[in-house]
């Protein structure tokens, strides 16, 4: 009895120190994958990686982690051309295969969301235009309302906002004043208000899915295949 109960104290000691060595191992997996996405993406914050599952030495043995999840807060755009600023994005990517000594980490597949102002949806905006909140139009769609002086005339319509290829969303006016286009001025009218912004440092290989307009700002979801965590 005394014997097994010394197997029994030896394997739980030993159970105990893979445990913290698994932890630690995630710890130090975790801060590197961050960093590597930080360099990869250009970001000027570094973002938070979650390695899920145990334990996490066996999934690097195997070269595959089961899930790893990606939070990344104050994504500041690019220099030039219409990006924007994303306030939070959240990924979920599944099977992240390992490669090139760990230097190089592909989701078989992700899901993600993105949140955005609308104070940063205006700085995008045509100038003049502010962005807002346009509450539900009468199929219950939720919209977003852009106003300010255009054309000369102070004006404030209701606008579609929907996703334009894999990373840009556009604003769409639902109807136009008639006051302009009984006047022939609805193209004119439209270059100024109409608009498309692209959403940069996304993880490669995830791409946009739809686009929810809300109270506080506009809520964009995100899909892929393949998607790139480090490279």
Sequence with gaps: M????ILLIVVVILGGLFVAA???????AQNTAAQRAQTSEGLSVKP???IEGFPFLTQVAGKKLDDVKITAD???ATDGGQAVRIQSFHADLHGV????????AVADHADGAAFLSYADLTKVAPPGVTVAYGGTDNSGRPMVKLSGTILGSQLSVLSQVSVHG?????LHADALPQAFTALGLEDQLRQKIDFTFQLTHLPAG??????????????VAATGKGVVLAN
């Design 74 to 76: 104050d994504i500041a």
């Design 166 to 170: 894999s990373d840009s969303i556009g």
């Design 97 to 104: 295969r390992l490669s090139n000594g760990f230097h190089h």
């Design 48 to 50: 938070k990686v979650s």
């Design 22 to 28: 698994d932890r630690i191992a995630v710890h130090v």
């Design 206 to 219: 995830i791409g946009l899915s739809s686009v929810t307009p809300g109270p506080d700002g506009v809520s």
């Design 2 to 5: 005394r014997v097994a109960r």
